[in-house]
């Protein structure tokens, strides 16, 4: 069995993730591709496709959110991501009955108050402090804490979904909730085998234990989407761990040039792995991923974090490398600052 180098995951991951080259691609097209864009900090996907797409423009993804082609639900991980309607479906039936914030006590008042507060929430957008109100109204759920899990069961068992204006490039996290489409009926195991690809298409070659990280799912939940995906490619890890890929994946030689990429809060090629050391060095992480959860803005040389951006309100753009650059990388990391720069503006 091959093993794979830190540097060959490096670019394989790079190459599925549009950041060896940035592609002329539609919106809809790059967010399937890449299984969903982190979407806690509204501006986040908006910087993670500029990054990734020739010729990006913020009015294209905006356009799609408010036609309702671009939806912001709770899916991997338990957090906020853009997905495609039509690839909603597939998330939801996958990711339907993994671990997260409440309980199966939670779910069972979630599933009794559920069809209310759809109800309310057509007349209206519902805000969070209402759906905690209508709990302690209609359900007698008293106990802040309870109420707040149960109202997260609430917003994901009946389709509540963020506003399309929290998902705007200048959007707030609103807290505002509206119904969407009750997904058709879909088999649990067809939608996690979809997912699974999804992932390994997106950021393989990768262990179980990655696919577990990215989706908050446990391995023995997909044990059986990875048994119908096969036959899977198979390599191992410079530590002799099982790499799972599919068939044709790119994979890049490790000599493949990469160029100075800049990446949002949050953005998912630092959080889609377990071992994060294919684009973020260990001594690194502490650094970019905070206590709280918290991502920072990264930018990449060669593939991987070598330093923090920030944006001031007028779009000007201060870099805070993590050590030295030499002159020539540090010429090209300040280009492509301009270029985000202008971008901004």
């Known amino acids: 069995m091959r093993t794979l180098t830190l540097r060959e995951l490096n670019r394989a991951t790079l190459a599925r993730q549009l950041l060896l080259e940035r592609k002329r691609i539609g919106v809809l097209p790059a967010i399937e591709r890449l299984a969903g864009l982190q979407a806690q900090w509204p501006p986040s996907p908006y910087v993670g496709l500029w990054s990734r797409l020739t010729g990006f423009r913020r009015e294209s993804l905006e356009r799609a959110v408010l036609r309702g082609q671009v939806v912001k ?3 991997m991980r338990g957090t906020l991501h853009l997905v495609t309607a039509r690839d909603y479906p597939t998330f939801w ?9 409440y309980d199966e006590t939670h779910l069972a008042h979630a599933l009794r108050a559920a069809e209310g507060a759809r109800r309310l929430a057509a007349k209206a957008p519902l805000t969070h402090k209402e759906g905690l109100e209508y709990l302690e109204r209609e359900h007698g759920h008293a106990d802040d804490l309870e109420r707040r899990r149960i109202f997260h069961a609430v917003r994901r068992r009946a389709h509540l979904l963020h506003v399309p204006e929290s998902a705007l490039w200048r959007g707030r996290p609103l807290g505002l909730f509206q119904p969407h489409l009750e997904p058709p009926p879909m088999s649990v195991l067809a939608a ?20 577990a990280d990215w989706s908050g799912l446990r391995i023995a939940d997909f044990a059986a989407a990875l048994d119908a995906l096969e036959p899977l ?40 792995h377990a071992d994060r050391r294919r684009v973020l060095p260990d001594e690194l992480r502490k650094a970019v ?44 990391v300040d280009e492509e600052a301009a270029r985000l720069q202008a971008w901004l503006r």
Request: charged share 25%; net charge positive; proline share 10%.
């Open 289 to 332: 991923i905070a206590k709280n959860g918290d991502v920072t803005q990264t930018f990449l040389v060669d593939g991987v974090v070598a330093g923090s951006w920030a944006a001031d309100g007028k779009g000007k753009v201060t870099l805070a490398p993590f050590a030295p650059l030499p002159r020539a990388v540090r010429r090209a």
């Open 233 to 272: 490619r198979r390599f191992r890890d410079e530590s002799g761990r099982e790499l799972l890929d599919l068939p044709r994946a790119p994979m890049p030689a490790a000599t493949t040039p990469a160029p100075v990429r800049f990446l949002p809060k949050w953005d998912n090629l630092l959080l889609a």
């Open 192 to 211: 996690r085998t979809e997912l699974v690809r999804r992932y390994l298409a997106a950021f393989g070659p990768a262990t179980r234990a990655d696919v």
């Open 73 to 75: 639900p709770t899916v």
């Open 93 to 101: 039936w996958a990711l339907r009955d993994m671990p997260t914030w």
